[in-house]
């Protein structure tokens, strides 16, 4: 399994679980996939992750950057807001252990929250960076 695949298929794994964003996205949580367009508010989905090295070595040290959006439409700006801290506090704190993988860091390093073009969608966005250990 890619590094790649392993520690976005671990982030779906604690969200799904957290009783804390099941609360708040609904039970099951929703998170949504990249090409999925439609769903009920507010909802989560994984936009973005790159890795670099792209073919790391067992021992290698890789450097990931995921984003992950939230999407809130009721409570305005402070809803939204409330939202992605909750998710980043989430992720910050979760036990993330992928396959094959060893985490050295994970964390949140920038969010926001933007008013859409519609005048009622706000999207959240969380930045995280995560390095990771290729496992033997």
Known sequence: MSALIALEAEVRRVVLAASSLQEAFGTPVRLMGADETRAAFPFLRLDRHEIRPEAPAAGALIEHRLSVEVYSRSGGREEANRLVSLVGETLRTADISPDGLKI?????????????????????????????????
């Open 104 to 136: 050295v860091l994970f964390y949140p390093v920038y969010s926001d929250v933007f008013l859409r073009s519609d005048g009622t969608t706000f999207r959240g966005l969380i930045r995280l960076r995560a390095l990771s250990e290729v496992l033997g």
